[in-house]
């Protein structure tokens, strides 16, 4: 299976939380939105469907009193008219662990008001698909568990781009097939997939990478497995994620 791209503008989307930034080489304002990073889509798949328990500190990275690191469930579902990523379709309804999800476009994503979905580290969830346009119905509760809440390990406030870059998590949780690391400036993003509790990025990795006073970085610690409804194969997703907000320097 190939990995690991950032393919799902999920959270913010989501949820809205578009914040605004201003690049060190810009004297316009731009608007940057976050993703959720999950595994790339296997080039045999007919669907994705993903569990992700996002952890994140607020925007900025500056602290709200009494607020602290937020805990945010995320659930998505991608349905494909050919295997591999086609153009998206709909499936007919989807739940996960009895939340039902709502479609953006033609996919699927939680509600709004949805942000506890019972995504429990150590534990499987829950899907139902009454299906659609090809996709026949199914329920399929996970074999592969939640992985444990993956966190950093003392992110600085600000990173720069002019040196390598160490990021280092506190460690490995349970249940994790692998795990993704990532640095962003909202717009370019730059990943490494490593099962090891840190990760160097290069001067030379980060060369696409832009100044800006809310850059991002983000681990993600997953699982994958797949299985068979009326001969189309659906990937299911286990993911928590840390996510930095931090200022990117030269």
């Known amino acids: ?11 913010l989307l989501a949820f809205g939380l578009i914040f605004t930034s201003c690049s060190k080489d810009d004297d316009e304002p731009t608007n940057q939105t976050s993703t ?4 790339e889509t296997p080039g045999d798949a007919d669907a994705v469907l993903a569990a992700i328990k996002v952890k994140s500190n607020t925007p900025g990275g500056t602290p709200v009193p009494g607020l602290g690191d937020i805990l945010i469930d995320v659930a998505s579902a991608n349905f494909f008219s050919s295997a591999g990523g086609g153009s998206l ?3 007919g309804d989807v739940m996960i662990n009895d939340f039902s999800l709502q479609t953006a476009g033609n996919s699927y994503i939680n509600k709004p008001t949805d942000i506890t979905l019972s995504l429990n580290p150590g534990q499987g969830n829950d899907w139902s698909v009454s299906g659609g346009n090809g996709f026949d119905a199914f329920n399929y509760s996970t074999n592969k568990k939640m992985p444990d809440v993956i966190r950093f390990n003392n992110v600085p406030d600000a990173i720069s781009i002019t040196s390598s870059v160490n990021l ?13 690391w990532v640095i962003s400036d909202g717009n370019n993003v730059v990943t490494k997939t490593t099962k090891a509790t840190n990760v160097t990025f290069s001067e030379s990795d980060l060369s696409d990478i832009r100044s800006t006073s809310t850059g991002i970085v983000q681990v993600a610690a997953y699982t994958t ?6 001969g189309k194969k659906v990937y299911f997703i286990n993911e928590t994620l840390d996510t930095k907000f931090v200022e990117i320097t030269n």
């Open 89 to 91: 379709t709909k499936a």
């Open 1 to 11: 299976m190939k990995l690991l791209r950032s393919n799902l503008w999920i959270f």
């Open 225 to 230: 497995e797949s299985q068979s409804f009326g």
């Open 36 to 39: 959720n990073v999950t595994p």
């Open 168 to 180: 280092a998590i506190q460690g490995i949780p349970a249940n994790c097939d692998n795990i993704i």
